[in-house]
């Protein structure tokens, strides 16, 4: 019998509620997070528990069908990757931060600056719409740190409660966008697939009427 492939986050801010908007859709997964793949009993899926960076390309390659994952992650890597649904959950911004000590008037400020983020397209792409060339250093975990230890003069990165900012003296000075989990859809897709999706599309969207 033919499944749909679906990507979630393996650890990390969505994967609890991944999970529970497919339980809440009824749906239900044996086994989770240890084993990298599980199966539905009673709808048919396969879940695989992906890395969010990498789940842009699984999507662009056909390997998985759909995924539930950040907008801000497509929006950084997957431009040509299609949201068939918004989730409504993990909202959060991405947004520029300078320690809080300097004095910030307008993006033209960045010119020049060293930042450091996950998110290089993004920052890249938000700048020079605005005439402003930066120098980009792009790291992968923990980018808050980089200004304490001279390694940047600004970062860009996910905001959400803003505790992390606040514990490393940086204050969000541009937020460059608003994000929220969705769901997205391989281009690969196949006919007999999209009609699984449907299915899974009908429940999500009474999931989430009955969540408002
Ligand atoms: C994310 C993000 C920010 C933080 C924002 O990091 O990179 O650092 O959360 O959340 P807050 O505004 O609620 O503090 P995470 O802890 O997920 O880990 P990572 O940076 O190591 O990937
Ligand atoms: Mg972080």
Redesign the pocket.
Known sequence: MTKIRIAIQKS??LNEESIEILKDCGISIDNGRDQLKASSRNFPMEVFYLRNGDIPQYLRDGVVDIAIIGENVLIEKGEDISIAEKLGFSKCKVSLAVPKAVKYDSVKDFQGKRIATSYPNTVKNYLADKGVSADIHIIN????IAPNIGLADAIC?????????FKNNLKEVEVMLKSEAVLAVSPKITEERKGILEKLQFRIQSVLRARQ
């Open positions: 990390g801010r975990g923990s980018v808050e990165d996910i905001v959400s409660s803003g505790s992390t900012l």
